[in-house]
Structure formats: structure tokens, C-alpha cells
């Protein structure tokens, strides 16, 4: 059994940061674009993960033309330039990368969500962005809701985000 260690003497620390569109800026109010300038930089980041994201939409108009959502097309969320994911978008016949941080199933219902609370934050754990190199010094996050077809929602479609990531940085660095 494993003590507790109580001079805090581990080689990480993290922070558990809460956002949604409520407290986040935005350089267009009418697009899914947001961002946050920490109130003090977070040094040498060397994990980023979701723990959980949910976004609420306009169900009747998520499913219409020109949008057509069905149930679990992806809603694909950005931060910063994390691409821990990949896919590949289909436009005129021809086949473009995109990449992106996760993606949240649409429901079928104005709340979709994903939940990562029960995982571990090991290297080998898929829900994880590992930085290799560490950021040295992260002062802002950028935070995008992208549609299927990869581009930014209309606020007036996709009404309201919610997005709860840890950050895993190393304490002290000789």
C-alpha cells in the first residue's frame, strides 16, 4: 500500500481547467472561435487531456440542410495546435487531412457530450496529448467547435460549450 506523500515532493502537478462559452472570449460572437489568456502561464505542460466536453445545439437546425447532422457525425473540437487526432474529409471527390485535439458523437439531441473521468493520465492512455518537446511557458488556449465538413459553427446552431481539460506540467525543471 502507498503512502500518501505529504511534502508534495512528485515530479508533476496539474490543473484542472474549467471552460465554456460563457467565460471564454471570442474574436467573432457569432462563431464557434473562443479563447482564454491565463491569468498566470503554465510551465513546461507536458500532458493536456479532455476530462469531459459537452456542447449544447439547436437540434432542429443541426439537422438541416445545409448542416444534415445524423446521430454520431462528429463535432470536432480544436485546442491550441494539439492535433492528437486525425481524419480525413471528403470534398469533391478528393480526400483532405484534417486534424483536431477530440471530437464529441452528435446525440441526436440538443446535448452531446464525452467523458474521459475515468481514465488514467499514463503515456499510453489514447485520451492524453503528450508535448514533446514540454511547452515551455502556455499563456493562452484557443478552443474551436468545428462542424463535420470542418468549419466553424454558427453560435445560433451550436449555442453553448462546456469543456473541462487537466493540464499536467513537471514542477520543478533543473
Given at each position: 500500500?502507498?503512502?500518501a506523500?505529504?511534502n ?10 474549467n471552460?465554456?462559452s460563457?467565460n471564454?472570449l471570442?474574436?467573432d460572437a ?14 513546461n ?14 437540434e ?8 444534415s ?9 480544436v ?16 480526400f ?7 471530437l464529441?458523437p452528435?446525440s ?16 499510453s492512455?489514447?485520451?492524453?496529448y503528450?508535448l514533446n ?25 451550436l449555442?453553448?460549450f ?6 499536467y ?6
Amino acid at each position: 500500500m502507498n503512502e500518501a506523500d505529504l511534502n508534495n515532493t512528485f515530479k508533476y502537478d496539474k490543473v484542472v481547467i474549467n471552460l465554456n462559452s460563457q467565460n471564454c472570449l471570442t474574436t467573432d460572437a457569432n462563431k464557434t472561435s473562443y479563447y482564454v489568456d491565463l491569468t498566470e502561464p503554465l510551465r513546461n505542460v507536458i500532458y493536456v487531456k479532455i476530462i469531459r466536453a459537452s456542447v449544447i445545439a439547436v437540434e432542429t437546425t443541426m439537422e438541416q440542410s445545409p448542416l444534415s447532422y445524423l446521430q454520431y457525425d462528429p463535432i470536432h473540437i480544436v485546442i491550441n495546435d494539439y492535433n492528437r487526432s486525425a481524419s480525413y474529409l471528403k470534398t469533391n471527390g478528393y480526400f483532405n487531412n484534417i486534424n483536431y485535439f477530440d471530437l464529441i458523437p452528435y446525440s441526436g439531441t440538443n446535448n452531446s457530450d464525452i467523458s474521459y473521468s475515468q481514465s488514467s493520465f499514463d503515456w499510453s492512455d489514447p485520451s492524453v496529448y503528450i508535448l514533446n518537446p514540454p511547452e515551455p511557458n502556455l499563456r493562452r488556449l484557443n478552443i474551436e467547435i468545428r462542424d463535420k465538413t470542418f468549419k466553424l459553427f454558427d453560435t445560433s446552431v451550436l449555442t453553448n460549450f462546456n469543456l473541462s481539460i487537466c493540464v499536467y506540467f513537471i514542477k520543478n525543471r533543473v
